[in-house]
Structure formats: C-alpha cells, structure tokens
C-alpha cells in the first residue's frame, strides 16, 4: 500500500517541515523527507518501495544526502528510483554488507553530521538491529529506523551474547534522550518510556 495525502504526516520544528510518507511497499515501511525550504535543501531518509510518493513531493528542493537507517531490502528497495531523481549521495554505515558496495556514496560514521540550509543531521551509531544500524537526530527528534518498532526493541540481527546486550542496552538507554519517529506509527517514545524498552531487550 502506498502513501496517500491524507496519510501523510507533516511536522514543523523550526525552519524544517518534517514529513513522513508511512506504509510503503509491502513491508508497511516509512520515508522521511526533511525539507529546509527557506535554504531549498533537503534530506531523504530511507527509500523503500513506493517511494515515488515521496519523489513527488520534492518539488524545487535539492536533496543534498540520502541517509539509510541500515541495509534490509526493504528499506532500499526504490534505490534506482530515488537515485536517479535526485542525484544525491547515498550514505550508510560501513558495518552495513548487505547493500553492494559500490551502491554507497559515502560510509558513515557515529556523530557524522549533514546539512540541509542551516539544520543538522547527527548520526547516531546503534548496533543492534544490524551491525551498521543508524539513527539520525535533529534537534530533538529522533529517527530509530528499526531500532525501534511500536512500544518494543527492534529484533536484533544476529542475537549477540546477554553480556554483550546489557552492554548496548546501557548504552542505548543514557544516549537516547527523547524519541519520535519509530518505524511504524505510534505515539511518540520519550525519555520515561527508554527504560521499559531497554529492560524489555535484556529479559
């Protein structure tokens, strides 16, 4: 099922219009376009099936990055569509191996930052999910890929020791300050609900 207008979901944080093109493909995935329209920049996050929604809406915009949250199928699955749109490099953490190589512009590191006008794009390395797994942060809004899904963890891929998960989950739990934009709809995750999660993920 492809995104309609009514389905859209639009928010403004500053000079950024944040919009949100959910049930994609049929995996049921999510978009984001990041829009600074006073700069005439934006930022593409993911691009799964059906991203054509998400292609029409650009409009005058220059898309100065395509940001992948990590590298299951699903969440690329529109590359060549999107690619050839835009023209934009493609960015993704380099512990990522199940996208070819050669379909990654530039690799991403943790704290890497992009820019569309004068808003910043941090990165945010979280392993777990997969071994690249990505989430990106502006200003107080938090895009979690499939870190999270709706009120659990994400499953994780490959399931690593429990020392090791307690590990991550502390260190998820003091990062993660207010989260919004899981990967399917819900209402926002904020700093009192990390802790449930986290101690969901080490039972």
Same mark, same amino acid.
């Given at each position: 099922m492809s995104a309609n207008k009514e389905e859209m979901q639009t928010h403004e944080n500053g000079p950024l219009t944040i919009t949100k093109f959910p049930h994609l493909g049929p995996?049921?995935?999510?978009?984001?376009?990041?829009?600074?329209?006073?700069?005439g920049e934006a930022i593409i996050l993911d691009m799964p099936a059906g991203s054509r929604e998400?292609?029409?809406a650009i409009g005058d915009l220059?898309?100065? @990055?395509v940001l992948l949250t990590h590298t299951h199928p699903d969440h690329w699955a529109?590359? $060549?569509?999107?690619?050839? !749109?835009? /023209?934009?490099?493609?960015?993704?953490?380099? @512990?990522?191996?199940?996208?070819?190589a050669a379909k990654i512009d530039r690799p991403l590191a $943790?704290?890497?930052?992009? !820019?569309? /006008?004068s808003a910043i794009v941090r990165a945010l390395h979280t392993p777990g999910h997969t071994p690249g797994s990505t989430c990106y942060i502006v200003g107080e809004?938090?895009?979690s890929g499939d870190v999270l899904f709706p009120g659990v963890p994400g499953r994780r891929d490959p399931r690593p020791p429990r020392p090791r998960r307690r590990h991550?989950?502390?260190?998820?739990q003091a990062r993660v300050r207010r989260l919004r934009f899981p990967r399917s709809p819900s209402r926002p995750l904020?700093?009192?609900?990390?802790?449930?999660?986290?101690?969901?993920?080490?039972s």
């Amino acid at each position: 099922m492809s995104a309609n207008k009514e389905e859209m979901q639009t928010h403004e944080n500053g000079p950024l219009t944040i919009t949100k093109f959910p049930h994609l493909g049929p995996f049921d995935n999510n978009a984001y376009l990041i829009a600074h329209r006073e700069a005439g920049e934006a930022i593409i996050l993911d691009m799964p099936a059906g991203s054509r929604e998400l292609i029409d809406a650009i409009g005058d915009l220059k898309v100065t @990055a395509v940001l992948l949250t990590h590298t299951h199928p699903d969440h690329w699955a529109d590359y $060549d569509l999107v690619k050839s !749109a835009t /023209g934009a490099p493609v960015f993704c953490h380099p @512990a990522e191996v199940i996208m070819p190589a050669a379909k990654i512009d530039r690799p991403l590191a $943790d704290g890497d930052e992009m !820019a569309a /006008g004068s808003a910043i794009v941090r990165a945010l390395h979280t392993p777990g999910h997969t071994p690249g797994s990505t989430c990106y942060i502006v200003g107080e809004i938090l895009f979690s890929g499939d870190v999270l899904f709706p009120g659990v963890p994400g499953r994780r891929d490959p399931r690593p020791p429990r020392p090791r998960r307690r590990h991550h989950d502390r260190r998820f739990q003091a990062r993660v300050r207010r989260l919004r934009f899981p990967r399917s709809p819900s209402r926002p995750l904020r700093r009192r609900n990390v802790g449930r999660l986290t101690r969901t993920r080490t039972s």
